[in-house]
């Protein structure tokens, strides 16, 4: 499975961005999906969630800012960032989640976002 993250970028606070994650490869054992994020010097930390069937969950800090979603057909996962904060700067990652493994087994390879005061 491979991941490929997009659309990150510098952003006034306030503004919004989206990111696009496409995954090829193997997928049949994908159901689940994520994005996570990681600022240098601190642990990466789940951003929200989706499963296969739609169903989203978020963290508290992006509830009723961001939205994640799916299009299984194009086998992409967006999510979308509004009302930016500079404290939401970091490395926006996509993440699939492994049936057979149990876990986010696959990562992409980050894409940048930041954000001015």
């Known amino acids: 499975v491979q991941l490929v993250e997009s659309g990150g970028g510098l952003v006034q606070a306030g503004g919004s961005l989206r990111l696009s994650c496409v995954a090829s490869?193997?997928?049949?054992?994908?159901?689940?999906m994520g994005w996570f994020r990681q600022v240098p010097g601190k642990e990466r930390e789940l951003v929200a969630t989706?499963?296969?069937?739609?169903?989203?969950d978020y963290a508290d800090f992006v509830k009723r800012r961001f939205t994640i979603s799916r299009d299984n057909a194009k086998n992409t996962l967006y999510l979308q960032m509004n009302s930016l904060k500079p404290e939401d700067a970091a490395m926006y990652y996509c993440?699939?989640?492994?049936?057979?493994?149990?876990?986010?087994?696959?990562w992409g390879q980050g894409t940048q976002v930041t954000v001015s005061s």
């Open positions: 490869g193997s997928l049949f054992s994908i159901n689940a």
């Open positions: 993440a699939a989640y492994e049936d057979q493994v149990g876990e986010y087994h696959y």
């Open positions: 989706i499963s296969s069937g739609g169903s989203a």
